[in-house]
């Protein structure tokens, strides 16, 4: 059993589409991994992770006990964006 789970985030949209969620500046995948946060709208804690450009994909890298939740909470708000 690993500690640390790996999704991918594709699509035309996903570096826009992040840039609005997370706590650091996602046009920064250009140069390398990014670690950053997901926040409550309140501004409370909820995930950190590394983000990993790969190609045509962002690779999340976070830990297994706040991966499932914290997944469902990014897909809520891709509705209009182009990711996958």
């Not at 962002?58 to 209009?80: F, G, H, N, W």
């Amino acid at each position: 059993m690993t500690d640390r789970q790996i999704y991918s985030i594709s699509g035309p949209d996903r570096i826009d589409f992040l840039q609005g969620l997370i706590t650091n500046d996602a046009r920064r995948l250009s140069q390398g991994p990014v670690y950053a946060a997901l926040l409550s709208p309140q501004g409370k804690y909820l995930a950190d992770f590394l983000l990993i450009p790969r190609g045509d994909e962002v690779l999340l890298d976070i830990a297994a006990p706040l991966a499932e939740a914290t997944v469902r909470r990014l897909s809520m708000y891709k509705l209009r964006a182009d990711v996958a």
